[in-house]
């Protein structure tokens, strides 16, 4: 099965700064790639996803690379905002296919006004 | 208003008590799962279901039962063989098969307090 390794496990920013989590994962068959964003006793939501198809893809201030070869993507945060503060997971999937969906052990960010 | 809701939000046991966590989706999707989350920790599978009648073990199923008798229910089961039950539990649903489009959406989670 589907092995999905993320770093770093927590991440201190100052507002207005750069974030980068990076997640690896085993299985060169996933083609579907999402992020969540958890805040604080709430239930995780999506926010960003790619497809195995694409190499980057950005939404306003977020963006998702995908490097296939090295079998890794990142999720890129600029301009932080204290909004932003909050635990993101990463995944690896094979849409289509019938199979568990595990996920990255989460990333806690903390943007320091 | 379409979408997945567990209950009881709040739910306190006693030990040596089994409790049962509600998981109802009028999304249509064919896939349920189960997940825990400890404080700091991540999601971890418990048990999944990709259709009516079958359900597969996640990583941490010791001490957790399910059923499937309908496509937009998914019970979890917390038994007393459960050594540390206390936690978050989150559920969620996604389509499976041809119209997989991979996304999973979560249940507002239901947090379970062990006595």
């Known amino acids: 099965g589907e092995n999905v390794e993320q770093h770093p496990s927590t991440l201190s920013v100052q507002e207005g700064d750069s974030a980068v989590i990076k997640c690896t994962y085993s299985?060169?068959?996933?083609?579907?790639f999402p992020w969540y964003k958890q805040e604080l006793g709430k239930r995780p939501q999506l926010i960003i996803d790619?497809?195995?198809?694409?190499g980057e893809k950005k939404d306003q201030r977020i963006a998702v690379t995908l490097n296939k070869t090295a079998k890794h993507f990142s999720l890129h945060i600029t301009e932080t905002q204290p909004e932003d503060s909050a635990v993101y997971f990463c995944?690896?999937?094979?849409?289509?296919?019938?199979?568990?969906?595990?996920f990255g052990t989460g990333t806690k960010l903390q943007v320091i006004p | 208003d379409g979408g997945i809701t567990q209950s009881p939000k709040y739910l306190f046991r006693k030990e040596g008590q089994n409790v049962t966590l509600s998981c109802e989706q009028n999304?249509?999707?064919?896939?349920m799962y189960w997940y825990r989350q400890d404080p700091g920790q991540g999601l971890r599978l418990i048990y999944y279901?990709?259709?009516?009648?079958?359900?597969q073990k996640g990583d941490i199923a010791e001490g957790y039962s399910v059923s499937r008798e309908k496509k937009e229910s998914f019970p979890l089961t917390v038994t007393s063989a459960q050594k540390n039950p206390t936690a978050f539990y989150l559920c969620?649903?996604?389509?499976?098969?041809?119209?997989?489009?991979?996304?999973?959406?979560f249940g507002e989670g239901s947090r379970l307090t062990v006595l």
């Open positions: 299985d060169s068959a996933s083609n579907y």
């Open positions: 279901s990709q259709i009516v009648n079958d359900f």
């Open positions: 969620a649903s996604g389509l499976q098969g041809k119209t997989n489009t991979g996304e999973l959406f």
């Open positions: 790619i497809r195995s198809n694409v």
């Open positions: 999304l249509n999707h064919d896939a």
């Open positions: 995944a690896a999937i094979l849409s289509g296919g019938y199979q568990k969906v595990t």
